[in-house]
């Protein structure tokens, strides 16, 4: 058995991979609604594995027994032939993800194979499950089991709550007149603005680099993945830039934030491409920047849109250089505003899944001292607040998107605990966190006092102001 088990072992290590990074990062799959067949096959073929790890763990299957496993391992062959064909409709994986899947498939072939003839020596004695124990291999499966069957009880739950949430329907709206153009429209914030509009019945055309996971989101709304698709003659009165590989994830290599820079410049040249040549100019850009902005500030003290950038912090560079680009637009007779969007919540998306699971496992933490502000803004007023843009051609500039009070971090994570039942009973030090985090550690141990005084100053009104409030919502959604 030690064959089968070290060819687990590289299934168990390589599917880890996998998951984590292109499912639950990359691909954020278990807050898409539109992933949930997907999220049912996966979910399927983790509680196969979560059961093969724990019977092989400790038992051995002779006689007719031996078909319960054989079963089983067929049986994750035609899931994972289904996951192919929904992957290759619903979106484009990036190439690490197609590697991954390729090397998975000649594995899990190799582990047929191996098993096969085990099973078939099984098969030839008299029918009985005998007990047996692997000794460190048993006890490692079996939390490697564990571990699978946990991952499947989530992802089935999360195909619960998509489907008991009424998704709205959206309009077939065909691309002509006036339109909003949306970058980043794939992702939390950008679904929701677009689902908004459609339901409308406003006109948007739909920019995204993954056409059959927009195609999907977006049934009968026009989507490109470049601009040159986008006749001179179009008619767009506005654009919202969103688009941007994500912040927090991937170590901050030099690497790294090249692609963040470029993820968000290069995008914002395109755009500027597409207004020089169309014959009838937009009106207005809206451009997601961040709080981030304002670097990590010697105090507490509330910053307003004046307040100064942080030069030689990665995430203050980074946001300043995104707003340069998106400030070139004005040379065109566009009205510029400057998103600086704190930290999201909202149901199904955002940050509060992950942080949400965490409190209801006990997990919910004070990071560092605690005592970092959080500015956070509900996912409802921070597509109020981008349509607040578009509509008032007064507002322009920088604008703090953030809730109107900015608690610290403790006092977030406690209030968030609460609201589901739970206490804050952990403590993560600094050094732990700039350890396995290095620079990317300040999202998490630093934060911005930014106030929303030019949202307030135009008279945009909050929909959900109050953390506490916005949390219980969010808890019973």
């Not at 409709?89 to 998975?104: K, M, N, S, W, Y």
């Not at 099984?122 to 069957?149: D, E, I, N, Y």
């Not at 499947?152 to 998704?167: D, G, H, I, M």
Request: aromatic share 8%; proline share 6%; charged share 15%.
């Amino acid at each position: 058995m030690t064959l089968v088990f070290l060819i687990l072992c590289a299934q168990i290590v390589m599917g880890a991979l996998d998951n984590f990074w292109h499912h639950e990062i990359a691909a954020r799959l278990p807050q898409r609604a539109s992933a949930r067949y997907e999220l049912v096959l996966h979910a399927a073929r983790e509680g196969i594995y979560g059961l093969l790890l724990l019977g092989l763990a400790w038992f051995q299957w002779l006689g007719a027994w031996a078909l319960v496993p054989a079963l089983l391992m067929v049986t994750e062959v035609a899931i994972t032939c289904a996951d192919f064909v929904e992957e290759d409709r619903t979106r484009r994986l990036p190439p690490l993800e197609a590697v991954l899947h390729t090397l998975l498939a000649v594995n899990y072939g190799v582990l047929l194979g191996v098993l096969g003839l085990q099973f078939g020596g099984w098969a030839l004695q008299p029918a009985m499950l005998v007990p047996v124990s692997h000794g460190a291999w048993s006890v490692f499966f079996t939390l490697a089991g564990l571990a699978v069957l946990a991952w499947a009880v989530r992802n089935a739950l999360a195909v619960r709550r998509f489907s008991r949430r009424p998704q709205p329907a959206l309009p077939v709206v065909p691309p002509s007149g006036p339109a909003v153009l949306v970058t980043g429209a794939t992702g939390f914030v950008g679904s929701a603005l677009v689902a908004q509009l459609a339901a409308e019945g406003q006109r948007v055309i739909v920019y995204s680099r993954d056409l059959l996971q927009a195609r999907r989101l977006f049934p009968g709304q026009w989507v490109v993945d470049q601009f040159d698709d986008i006749p001179a003659e179009t008619r767009i009165r506005a654009v919202v830039h969103l688009a941007g590989a994500q912040v927090l994830g991937a170590p901050w290599t030099q690497q790294r934030r090249r692609t963040l820079l470029q993820s968000r410049a290069d995008l914002m040249h395109e755009l500027l491409a597409l207004m020089c040549r169309l014959h009838e100019r937009p009106q207005v850009l809206v451009s997601a920047s961040a709080v981030g902005f304002y670097g990590v500030p010697a105090d507490a003290g509330p910053l307003d849109e004046q307040a100064p950038p942080q030069p030689g912090r990665f995430q203050s560079d980074l946001c300043a250089a995104i707003e340069h680009e998106a400030r070139r637009a004005e040379a065109l007779g566009l009205r510029v505003v400057r998103l600086r969007l704190g930290l999201v919540l909202g149901p199904g998306g955002g940050a509060y899944p992950a942080f949400a699971a965490a409190a209801r496992w006990g997990l919910g933490s004070v990071l560092g001292t605690g005592r970092q502000p959080v500015p956070w803004i509900h996912i409802d007023d921070a597509v109020g607040l981008i349509r607040f843009a578009l509509q008032r051609s007064d507002l322009r500039g920088a604008v703090n998107a953030v809730a109107p009070e900015a608690p610290t971090q403790q006092a977030f994570a406690r209030t968030m605990a609460g609201t589901l039942g739970r206490r804050v009973h952990l403590q993560v030090p600094d050094w732990v966190l700039r350890l396995g985090l290095g620079e990317m550690s300040e999202l998490l141990r630093c934060g911005q006092h930014a106030v929303p005084a030019a949202a307030l100053a135009a008279g945009y009104r909050y929909r959900q102001p109050d953390l506490a409030r916005a949390m219980q919502a969010l808890a019973q959604a």
